[in-house]
């Protein structure tokens, strides 16, 4: 069983919203989480992520648009995605950290742990 299960990925018309899951064996309460994406010929980049005390952070690019959430009873993190433009078209991968967030939140190899990401398409 995979540590980190990412569901809810597919394709969107510009304006349209998705909300993904990232299923987790355990999220403990001081694990941070994050999402991630790739799109192709680029470098992964930090979309969001949740701490501990469920302080977030968010990309520039997704603020406002993009809020991540978790619920821990049922080991879920969540990234509803809303106001989708073709620009968020990529790999959205699920990341997680089983301590406190490291600084840059955003920097991948900060993170141990990765589920193997759901895709993203948004048509204009």
């Known amino acids: 069983q995979e540590r980190l299960v990412e569901s809810g990925g597919g394709s969107a018309q510009a304006g349209g919203s998705l909300r993904l899951a990232c299923s987790a064996r355990?999220?403990?309460?001081?694990?941070?989480m994050a999402w991630f994406r790739q799109a192709p010929g680029k470098e992964r980049e930090g979309v969001a992520r949740?701490?501990?005390?469920?302080?977030?952070r968010y990309a520039d690019s997704v603020k406002v648009r993009f809020t991540i959430s978790k619920d821990i009873d049922k080991n879920i993190v969540y990234l509803q995605m809303s106001s989708l433009k073709p620009e968020d078209t990529a790999m959205y991968y699920c990341?997680?950290?089983?301590?406190?967030?490291?600084?840059?939140?955003?920097?991948?190899?900060?993170?141990?742990?990765w589920g193997k990401g759901t895709q993203v398409t948004v048509s204009s």
């Open positions: 990341a997680e950290d089983r301590g406190v967030c490291g600084t840059p939140w955003f920097d991948p190899t900060k993170y141990p742990y």
């Open positions: 355990y999220i403990g309460r001081r694990f941070c």
């Open positions: 949740i701490g501990s005390t469920s302080v977030t």
